[in-house]
C-alpha cells in the first residue's frame, strides 16, 4: 500500500521557483511529524524541512529562508515551496511521515521517520 506520493519535480534555472507535492493516506499524514529530506549523486541524504502538528517549522541553513514547508489538512497533502533554487539544490527529494512522537528528537534525525515517498528530481541549471 503506497502511503506518500511526490510530484512537482523537475528542471528549473537558477533563481527559479518550484513547488513540491507530498500527497498522503489519512493515516499516514494524521502523524505528529512529516519532512522533507534530499539526496544529491554521491551524497547522504540530508535533511530539509520538517513539520509537525504544532506552529512552526524547522529548516537546515541551507534552504533557511529560500524554502517554506506547509501541509493541508484537508487534502491530506504536504507542500514544500522551493525559491531562489540554486545548483547545489539539484537532488532527489523525498517526503517522509512518522508514526510515533519522540520527545526531545530533532527532525532531521530519519529513525523517526516510518514512511517514505519514492522521491521526485530536482536538477537546477545554472
Known amino acids: 500500500q503506497v502511503q506518500l506520493v511526490e510530484s512537482g519535480g523537475g528542471l528549473v534555472q537558477s533563481g527559479g521557483s518550484l513547488r513540491l507535492s507530498c500527497a498522503a493516506s489519512e493515516r499516514t499524514f494524521s502523524g505528529p511529524r512529516m519532512g522533507w529530506f534530499r539526496q544529491a549523486p554521491g551524497k547522504e541524504r540530508e535533511f530539509v524541512a520538517g513539520?509537525?502538528?504544532?506552529?512552526?517549522?524547522v529548516y537546515a541553513d541551507s534552504v533557511n529562508g529560500r524554502f517554506a514547508i506547509s501541509r493541508d489538512n484537508a487534502e491530506n497533502t504536504l507542500y514544500l515551496q522551493m525559491n531562489s533554487l540554486k545548483p547545489d539544490d539539484t537532488a532527489v527529494y523525498y517526503c517522509?511521515?512518522?508514526?510515533?512522537?519522540?520527545?526531545?528528537?530533532?527532525?532531521?534525525?530519519?529513525?523517526?521517520?516510518?514512511?517514505w515517498g519514492q522521491g521526485t528530481q530536482v536538477t537546477v541549471a545554472s
Open positions: 513539520i509537525g502538528w504544532s506552529p512552526g517549522s
Open positions: 517522509a511521515a512518522a508514526r510515533f512522537h519522540y520527545p526531545g528528537m530533532s527532525y532531521s534525525d530519519e529513525r523517526q521517520y516510518d514512511y
